[in-house]
């Protein structure tokens, strides 16, 4: 039988719903710990749920399977870089954060923040690891509604839409 095949010949079960989605919380919050012992256990929960999705369950469609295995891997390799190879608070900071002041002085939840922050930006745009020599510059920042700005130029460039009578 398929490996891709729900039931229970296949001995895989259905993928749980929860499972990619708990993924991202659980890696943010494992950054926020100083101890690169304690990130590793978060990074063995993340490896844990990644290897029991993969290979041990299924949600029935060849193509979702795919998509959920890439997208766990994905994250497995930079939670791996993360939580376990690198000391985050050294190698990656803010662009306007000073030299001398570190997230790991930051009280709890501002460490949340800067963790999801740095999870959530895997090119890294606003920390100094950002390239530079491949993206554009920054625009000037707007301080009158600078998104919805953005948003109604988007909008106002669109073509009309055709009518098909």
């Not at 490896?47 to 369950?57: D, E, G, H, R």
Request: aromatic content about 16%; overall charge positive; glycine content about 4%.
């Amino acid at each position: 039988m398929s490996p891709t095949t729900e039931g229970s010949s296949s001995g895989l079960v259905p993928t749980p719903g929860f499972a990619f989605p708990v993924m991202y919380p659980i890696f943010i919050f494992g950054l926020t710990f100083t101890s690169r012992i304690t990130r590793s256990v978060f990074f063995v929960a993340l490896l844990s749920i990644a290897i029991f999705v993969v290979f041990y369950s299924t949600t029935g469609d060849p193509s979702t399977n795919y998509i959920y295995a890439t997208s766990l891997w994905s994250l497995i390799f930079q939670s791996l870089d993360y939580l376990v190879i690198v000391d985050p608070y050294t190698e990656f900071s803010f662009v306007d954060q000073p030299p001398s002041s570190s997230p790991s002085a930051l009280p709890f939840l501002s460490r949340l923040k800067w963790s999801a922050k740095l999870v959530l930006s895997p090119r890294g745009i606003g920390f100094k690891h950002e390239p530079k020599s491949v993206l554009p510059p920054h625009p000037s920042p707007n301080p009158v509604c600078a998104s919805s700005s953005y948003t109604n130029s988007r909008l106002w460039s669109l073509p009309p839409p055709r009518r098909h009578w």
